[in-house]
């Protein structure tokens, strides 16, 4: 292993969210005012924490969203991982893997706390992330493509930057890790390879993804 840390992106690489998260947040801002189809969402928000949704709106209609806005849209969200949520398929068998092999992994994503933990105790991955392999964009000042999150993620786990790769699917996240100083390889599955330049090495099935980490 020539890694000392693997740090994974949560929505779209260890649980199957984004197509949830994404059109329910399509139908919320149409619902507010702002038309926005399930394309632009993927486009627009994927990856990112939900500031940077409050920034873009304002920016592009000069209207704020409302002040219950992020916790609306969450109950929305939680309330569909209930019925609708399953983990990345291939993902468990990633992590059972680096776990037998003692490779320290963690978790590093753009969602709350909340979201992470909901979408782990829902799909089972619970059991494979305790509390100290668990950040999120609530710990730091600035989220995704910041490389904040990512930074300091490597830090409480022990780990220099260059030793670290992170495995995303956004390009606001493949961007992080670059300004990190981390190695990323992409996930495919639901993001066009070209939208995530600066990827290391790209991958489409979980399957491929230990190989690429040796």
């Given at each position: 292993m020539r890694?000392?840390?693997?740090?994974?992106?949560?929505?779209?690489?260890?649980?199957?969210s984004e197509?949830?998260?994404?059109?329910?947040?399509?139908?919320?801002?149409t619902e507010l005012g702002h038309p926005t189809s399930y394309e632009d969402s993927i486009r627009d928000y994927m990856g990112s924490a939900m500031h940077r949704i409050h920034d873009l709106v304002q920016e592009r209609t000069g209207q704020r969203l409302p002040?219950?806005?992020?916790?609306?849209?969450?109950?929305?969200?939680?309330?569909?991982?209930?019925r609708e949520l399953e983990p990345v398929p291939g993902v468990v068998d990633v992590l059972e893997?680096?776990?037998?092999d003692g490779v320290p992994y963690c978790v590093a994503?753009?969602?709350?706390?909340?979201?992470?933990?909901?979408?782990?105790?829902?799909?089972?991955?619970?059991?494979?992330?305790?509390d100290a392999r668990i950040f999120s964009a609530q710990d730091v000042g600035r989220g995704k493509p910041a490389p904040d999150l990512f930074l300091?993620?490597?830090?409480?786990?022990?780990?220099?930057?260059?030793?670290?790769?992170v495995v995303e699917d956004s390009p606001l996240g493949v961007r992080a890790a670059v300004a990190a100083g981390?190695?990323?390889?992409?996930?495919?599955?639901?993001t066009p390879a070209d939208n995530l330049a600066g990827s290391g090495q790209l991958f489409d099935?979980?399957?491929?993804?230990?190989?690429?980490?040796?």
């Open positions: 890694y000392d840390l693997v740090i994974f992106d949560n929505d779209g690489v260890l649980v199957d197509p949830i998260s994404n059109r329910l947040l399509a139908a919320y801002l002040a219950d806005f992020d916790d609306s849209f969450h109950r929305r969200v939680f309330a569909a991982f209930e893997k680096l776990a037998a994503s753009s969602g709350s706390h909340e979201r992470i933990r909901v979408g782990h105790r829902k799909t089972g991955l619970d059991r494979l992330f305790d300091y993620a490597a830090e409480r786990m022990g780990v220099e930057p260059a030793r670290c790769v981390m190695d990323v390889v992409g996930f495919t599955a639901m099935d979980m399957a491929e993804l230990a190989d690429l980490l040796r």
